[in-house]
């Protein structure tokens, strides 16, 4: 199962490196969230994928044979929400950068960068 | 093992994590009613002598480690600090406490807004507790703490110039850090262990083909982190557009954070696989301090050549990684100390400038040497410090560079390096020298219109942010003059980083406890 989890993985990010390559703004950030979730099952498969009991012990019971890895889970939550997070604070950026510069093709947005910058001075 | 509680002296080692984040909440809940800048203030003054205290005790009694919630290493999350991280984490304080005295000078700017304040304490916990963490996951969580409070900072100012900038800004570093998480989780699929103690023993048993690999990842996160050369894009499309306070900010802490990691995992935590990249990383370094300066020498925006200087630094850093003796670790970690302080100070001397004459284009200033000789002897002390010219601060890690490039000669990278670390500083000296002649030496050329005269400095609360600069200045200066307590601090750095077993001892995994 976790080869096949793996070669998941690995077409999420692909599919996201696609999306990541496009000059709208808009398909950049879908290739965001998709390239943080192909991660997060990478992490997922890196835990190994097992059918163990679940982690969660009540007091005074030994540890019954093998168990779920619990770690995963945690930095998944963890890298889930920091990226849930951003995601929104860029989704956010691009309608204020749409509403203000008027274009979302990275092409064109050369406000802080001019296409023809002055020469530099040649003598002084 | 260890297992007796963590003493109440060491609690010192999450301070300076823990104050600016409880500032920043506070901040936010009780916004203007408690004066922002002057609590800021406080609260960064705090840390930086709780830092001082945490350096003091890392160069006298070695690594000083904490881990948290009764998990012990390597399951629960280390804070760990040794020399490098300690002194980073001061320096990183230094120059904040500059920068909020300095945003003081153009209040319009900064006050009404005490988010603004609340973000610069939350830069700074995540850049202290990127300096001072011991396990990578908590490393990345750092890093994207530093990302949010980056780009509330960037877009504040809410222009189209700095909303273009924070669009390009955020989404590549975005994808850095989605590659560091990315290479985390194959790190944690071959060792199954992300504390960094723990990583330098099972590291080295690993199959070094994994290693490299995942090292390699961790090279192009941290080199777009950091602005190394082939993905330095970024940064002079975006450092130049926020007001020069929050430049000097993120060209003193941002950028050093990434290099940093470079140093701590390719040096400290994967020497071996750092061997096997040994080329690349060479060859990065080189192409960044020879590119950077020869940028820098054909912009024409103030702002943005500072920027090429800045990436010219971390090539010069980079340099450091791949010649991994004493000499060169250790000068790649004053390069470090000087190159957040200097940087610093030239994106406040250059707002000053930009405020002066209303201009940010080099071709247009001028004649600024008649009106403001203090200004001008600044800028022109940073220049020559940037250039490393011998006595000032920027000559002693460049000589460290050298020596090191020296003492592994055999090494085929050696002397390339050496002759790019000579050519850096003499294109640096070249910009450099060509921006001061030009905004303060020539004559102003004709203003476009009437009335465009230079502005006089303000009576009072102009003088402030010359005053933070000139401090910064002369402190640059003295400890360029004086420079046995970096070096030493450069040494005792880079012995803790090529010898790991006392940090191994400190979180306490060494064998057999």
Same mark, same amino acid.
């Given at each position: 199962m976790g080869t096949a989890f793996a070669i998941l993985a690995g077409a999420f990010i692909a599919a996201a490196i696609y999306l990541l390559l496009a000059r709208s703004m808009l398909r950049i950030l879908f290739g965001l969230a998709l390239l943080g979730n192909g991660i997060n099952l990478l992490i997922l498969v890196g835990g190994r994928l097992t059918r163990d009991a679940p982690p969660i012990l009540s007091e005074g019971v030994t540890v019954p044979g093998a168990v779920a890895n619990p770690l995963p889970q945690a930095l998944i939550l963890t890298a889930i929400v920091i990226g849930f997070a951003l995601f929104t604070f860029l989704l956010t950026l691009a309608y204020r950068a749409y509403r203000v510069?008027?274009?979302?093709d990275i092409d064109y947005?050369?406000? $802080?960068?001019?296409? $023809?910058p002055p020469k530099p001075p040649l003598g002084y | 093992m260890q297992s007796a509680p963590t003493s109440p002296t060491d609690w010192i080692v999450i301070l300076p994590v823990i104050l600016p984040l409880l500032g920043a909440a506070l901040l936010l809940v009780l916004g203007s009613r408690i004066a922002p800048p002057i609590f800021a203030f406080a609260v960064t003054l705090v840390v930086g002598v709780a830092e001082c205290g945490l350096l003091q005790h890392v160069l006298t009694a070695g690594p000083l480690s904490m881990t948290m919630g009764r998990w012990l290493p390597p399951f629960g999350i280390s804070f760990t600090a040794d020399a490098i991280g300690a002194g980073l984490a001061l320096t990183a304080a230094v120059v904040t406490l500059v920068v909020l005295v300095y945003a003081q000078e153009n209040p319009a700017e900064t006050e009404p807004r005490p988010a603004l304040y609340a973000l610069v304490l939350l830069l700074l916990a995540g850049v202290n507790g990127a300096f001072l963490t011991g396990d990578l996951f908590n490393l990345y969580v750092w890093f994207e703490v530093m990302l949010i409070a980056s780009f509330g900072l960037l877009a504040v100012s809410g222009t189209p110039q700095s909303l273009d900038a924070t669009v390009k800004y955020g989404l590549i570093n975005f994808i850095g850090t989605s590659l560091f998480l990315l290479a985390l989780g194959l790190l944690y699929g071959a060792l199954g262990t992300l504390n960094m103690a723990d990583i330098i023993g099972k590291g080295a048993a690993a199959p070094p083909a994994i290693m490299a690999s995942i090292a390699a990842l961790l090279l192009v996160a941290f080199g777009i982190k950091s602005a190394a050369f082939p993905v330095n894009a970024w940064l002079p499309a975006s450092y130049? @557009?926020? =007001?020069a306070v929050i430049s000097a900010l993120f060209g003193g802490l941002l950028t050093k954070a990434g290099v940093y990691a470079l140093l701590r995992i390719l040096v400290l935590l994967l020497p071996l696989s750092r061997d096997l990249l040994q080329p690349v990383i060479a060859l990065i370094a080189g192409a960044t301090l020879i590119l950077a300066p020869l940028a820098a020498l054909a912009e024409t925006n103030l702002r943005r050549a500072i920027g090429y200087f800045l990436i010219g630094g971390i090539g010069a850093t980079l340099a450091g990684i791949a010649l991994p003796n004493l000499s060169g670790i250790g000068g790649a970690t004053v390069y470090i100390v000087y190159s957040m302080l200097t940087i610093s100070g030239l994106y406040l001397v250059a707002g000053t400038i930009e405020r002066l004459? +209303?201009? @940010?284009?080099i071709g247009r200033m001028g004649g600024l040497y008649a009106r403001h000789t203090l200004l001008a002897i600044l800028f022109l002390l940073l220049v020559v410090t940037v250039a490393g010219? =011998? =006595?000032?601060?920027?000559?002693w890690p460049k000589l460290l560079l050298l020596q090191g490039a020296i003492e592994r000669? =055999?090494? +085929? +990278?050696a002397l390339p390096l050496a002759a790019c670390l000579l050519l850096n500083a003499f294109l640096t000296l070249i910009a450099g020298g060509r921006l001061w002649l030009l905004i303060f030496w020539r004559d102003r050329p004709q203003p476009k219109e009437a009335g465009q005269e230079l502005a006089p400095l303000g009576p009072s609360r102009g003088k402030v942010g010359l005053g933070a600069a000139a401090f910064l200045t002369l402190l640059i200066l003295l400890a360029g003059l004086w420079p046995a307590p970096l070096l030493s601090l450069g040494h005792a750095a880079a012995a803790g980083l090529l010898d790991p077993s006392a940090y191994i001892a400190a979180v306490g995994l060494g064998g057999g406890q």
């Open positions: 510069i008027g274009t979302i947005m050369r406000r $802080a960068e001019p296409e $023809a | 130049h @557009t926020p =007001p004459t +209303a201009e @940010t284009d010219v =011998p =006595p000032f601060l920027g000559f000669m =055999p090494d +085929a +990278a």
